[in-house]
């Protein structure tokens, strides 16, 4: 529905418009608001702040039209103006131009005349609104996805490449922060996304560094995958970082009982890589599936922190399991 505000001392005017679109109004695809001066309508968009388009006269006390036009481009930039004045000599239509009336209608009204041009403006209107939630969406891509594969998702390649499904050598890791639920439990949800979101992008500047990615957010864990050469070197380099920058941070203010511990596990073969998810939901994720990460993510359930124990990270490599001690850097122990 697209709400529409009058503004026109001439009180008949409202009565007209009221009749004549009356089937539109009835169908809520108008809503019409009115005002007798500019004043009044300034006072009107502060208590309708979805009004897409502005029908006003020129000549009416208190604030006029063209006054109205000035605050109108100053204070509310989407809105759209249409001049509905008796006054349509040259001059008046060029000032009102001027100071951004989208289009000029004289009186007496022609009210057909009058409803192509509401139309117009409105899409017009919504082009403009089209336009700006593309560009909020590109600015919040550019938040999540490096530019160079932006300038890949413009070309023919991108969308032959989200076809390709194949058998990859990769290593995976699932990293998961040790018993983050109970925050959860006991601190606001700002709280706790802001620290949940502070500890991912430690994690994550660690796995990129590595040449690794970030595959998926899983809850309070992060699945990353490493392809290439020496993929399992810098997957274990990548989860050691990680363990050491996360058990450097200091303790939060206000969770004086809660300090950041990750649990990983780690594990290398082959798996395949593919586009997988719902076409139907328009939801696909290209990841990587198959035993080899089925395994990487119970290593990981293991190796969270035991009594007794401080073995945090699981690797299997070949038949053999290993587990990385607070104490012994990057050899691994079986």
């Not at 192509?116 to 899409?123: D, N, P, R």
């Amino acid at each position: 529905m697209t709400k529409i505000l009058v503004v026109d001392d001439e009180t008949d005017l409202e009565v007209l418009i009221k009749q004549k679109f009356r089937q539109k109004i009835r169908d809520h695809q108008y809503e019409f608001v009115f005002a007798v001066n500019g004043k009044l309508a300034l006072e009107q968009l502060e208590l309708h702040s979805d009004v897409d388009v502005v029908l006003s006269d020129i000549n009416m006390p208190e604030m006029d039209g063209l006054t109205l036009l000035t605050k109108l481009n100053e204070q509310h930039g989407l809105l759209k103006s249409v001049i509905v004045s008796a006054y349509g000599d040259m001059e008046n239509i060029r000032v009102a131009m001027n100071r951004g009336a989208f289009d000029f209608i004289t009186k007496p009204v022609n009210f057909e005349d009058l409803e192509l041009t509401m139309e117009k403006t409105i899409k017009h209107v919504n082009q403009l609104k089209e336009t700006l939630k593309a560009i909020k969406e590109n600015n919040i891509l550019k938040m999540y996805v490096d530019e160079t594969v932006l300038n890949f998702m413009g070309g023919r390649e991108f969308e032959s490449s989200l076809m390709v499904n194949e058998t990859v050598e990769a290593s995976v890791a699932f990293i998961d922060i040790c018993s983050f639920t109970s925050i959860s439990e006991t601190e606001s949800p700002d709280t706790v996304v802001r620290l949940l979101n502070k500890y991912f992008d430690v994690m994550v500047k660690e796995i990129i560094a590595q040449g690794g990615y970030v595959d998926k957010f899983i809850g309070d864990a992060i699945m990353a995958v490493f392809r290439g050469d020496y993929h399992l070197d810098r997957a274990i380099d990548a989860c050691l970082a990680v363990r050491k920058r996360i058990d450097a941070l200091p303790d939060e203010p206000g969770t004086p009982n809660f300090s950041p511990k990750v649990s990983i596990g780690i594990n290398s073969g082959e798996m395949i890589s593919g586009n997988i998810g719902s076409a139907n939901l328009r939801r696909l994720d290209y990841t990587v599936i198959g035993d080899e990460v089925n395994i990487a993510q119970r290593l990981q359930s293991v190796a969270g922190p035991k009594p007794g124990s401080d073995h945090r990270i699981c690797l299997r490599k070949g038949k053999g399991i290993f587990s990385m001690p607070e104490d012994r850097g990057s050899k691994p122990e079986k």
